[in-house]
């Protein structure tokens, strides 16, 4: 098992996930960051605002990004 991180960025500022959690891989890291990025984008509509410009990111042990996936890219598919 391997520890990834899934911060929040939003322009200059990074929410960073304190904790990470222990997945199998980076394919299970995309995944689970994929369903996260939907319930906080759905978040976003809720409230009315605009998830444009904001992103995950997906860092492992070191922190070293290894993927981002855009918040808007969930919109578009």
């Known amino acids: 098992m391997k520890r990834f ?5 939003e322009g200059g500022e990074l929410i960073k996930d ?6 199998s891989d ?7 960051a994929n369903g996260a990025a939907r ?3 759905a978040s976003e509509i809720r409230s009315c605002r605009s998830a ?10 070191t922190r070293t990004a290894v993927a981002v ?7 578009l598919g």
Request: proline share 3%; aromatic share 6%.
């Open 5 to 9: 991180f899934f911060n929040i960025r």
């Open 18 to 23: 304190p904790d990470g959690t222990l997945l």
């Open 26 to 32: 980076l394919n299970s890291a995309i995944s689970e």
């Open 39 to 41: 319930e906080l984008l």
């Open 52 to 61: 444009d410009g904001r992103s995950m990111e997906i860092t492992d042990k």
């Open 69 to 75: 996936i855009a918040l808007r890219s969930i919109v």
